[in-house]
């Protein structure tokens, strides 16, 4: 499985980023799919995810700003951020289900491949 980020960028605070995620190798495959993120001295955190049976969750800190989306035609995940925070600011991760080696739990699904990340800048 190969991730690919796009979209992350600097924005002020309240502004909104919608970030993507193209993924290749899975073709067909049901999957968990999420978005994380680290923040600079910070351990990573997850920000949401698509389960293997398609219901969304989404952490406390991310919950009525974030929103993930899938288009599996083009085989994307999106996740759109709205009244974005300072605190927001952080590396942004998709990461795909990886039940074997995987080594990152969250929300019963357990992650082990992962994008390069993108970069999210909000300031005040």
């Known amino acids: 499985v190969q991730l690919v980020e796009s979209g992350g960028g600097s924005v002020q605070a309240g502004g909104s980023l919608r970030l993507s995620c193209t993924a290749s190798g899975y073709i067909n495959r049901r999957l968990c799919l999420g978005w994380f993120r680290q923040a600079a001295g910070k351990e990573r955190e997850g920000i949401g995810i698509?389960?293997?049976?398609?219901?969304?969750t989404y952490a406390d800190s991310v919950k009525g700003r974030a929103t993930i989306s899938q288009d599996n035609a083009k085989n994307t995940l999106h996740l759109q951020m709205n009244s974005l925070k300072p605190e927001d600011t952080a590396m942004y991760y998709c990461?795909?289900?990886?039940?074997?080696?995987?080594?990152?739990?969250?929300?019963?699904?357990?992650?082990?491949?992962w994008g390069q990340g993108t970069q999210v800048t909000v300031s005040s």
């Open positions: 990461a795909a289900e990886d039940s074997v080696y995987g080594r990152t739990w969250y929300g019963g699904c357990r992650f082990g491949f």
């Open positions: 698509i389960e293997r049976d398609g219901r969304i």
